[in-house]
């Protein structure tokens, strides 16, 4: 019985993915379930024309930018925050770690207007510098909290014997504990790369007044109110949108299954 529940919860899981693969291959025009299951006629115009006509090249080529970017410096700082949060002692160390739980519970919607005057101020808030200074801009408490405990968590032999090595302070975070957190890397990696590829606001905000740097998810929905009765062609476009964040998780789901479950434990 419960096999078969499973099965009946992923074919309806699944169902809604189907229908947007055979709307994307369809050579016909149509939301009729019935005609979408007709093989005959698969195509694929309808993705050259999502790639040219639509725009989505060069949405692609944006967001992938934006992503690469802010997934590198997002790890890099995160990660060695993680570090002297999870190795040093302090002043006011429990306090600040209060401050930043306390700070996840903030909407984001809240830093929207300051964000975007910032990046006035700094004349980039029609850029592609723009939109990347805006993902990065966050606090990331999560990834923080992960690397710190992760750190916390590793025997100070390691450390030490590095030290007597002749290591230094930096020596020891990039040959020693960074490599030794490949899991929360994963964790981060797939995490902020999902958050960042499916960003709307921020994209959406600053590419009003020029829509060439447009990210896939503000492309879409233009796309979507712009040719409205092309639902081959907008499936096209959510097919391209989702399917490098599908192959990136089944890459590193391994290490993102060990990060979380590693957070748990500890």
């Known amino acids: ?10 074919a309806i899981w699944i169902l809604p993915f189907l229908v947007m693969l055979l709307t994307a291959f369809s050579s ?35 967001t992938v930018i ?28 429990k306090a600040l770690y209060r401050v930043m739980i306390l700070s996840m519970g903030i909407p984001t919607i809240f830093f929207t207007i300051p964000v975007y005057q910032l990046l006035r ?35 100070s032999e390691l450390e030490e014997s590095a030290v007597i090595d002749g290591a230094t302070e930096f020596d020891v975070f990039f040959r020693v504990m960074f490599p030794l957190a490949r899991p929360i890397i994963g964790t981060v990696v797939i995490t902020q790369s999902i958050w960042t590829w499916n960003s709307f606001l921020y994209p959406l905000i600053l590419s009003v007044n020029d829509p060439t740097i447009r990210t896939l998810s503000v492309g879409m929905y233009a796309f979507q109110g712009e040719n409205i009765v092309d639902w081959s062609s907008m499936a096209a476009g959510a097919c391209i949108t989702i399917l490098p964040m599908v192959i990136l998780f089944i890459f590193f789901q391994r290490y993102f299954i060990n990060g979380i479950s590693g957070a748990v434990k500890g």
């Open 28 to 62: 016909k025009n149509t939301t009729s379930f019935t005609e979408l299951f007709d093989l005959s006629a698969l195509t694929l115009n309808n993705f050259r024309r999502a790639w040219s006509e639509g725009a989505f090249s060069r949405y692609f080529l944006n």
């Open 1 to 10: 019985m419960k096999k078969v529940l499973t099965y009946v919860l992923a």
């Open 121 to 155: 101020m700094l004349h980039v808030d029609t850029s592609i510098i723009g939109l990347i200074l805006a993902e990065i801009g966050g606090g990331h408490i999560i990834f923080l909290l992960l690397f710190a405990n992760f750190f916390e968590s590793v025997p």
């Open 66 to 93: 934006v992503t690469l970017v802010s997934v590198v410096i997002i790890l890099g700082v995160t990660a060695l925050a993680g570090y002297v949060m999870g190795r040093f002692e302090f002043g006011g160390k």
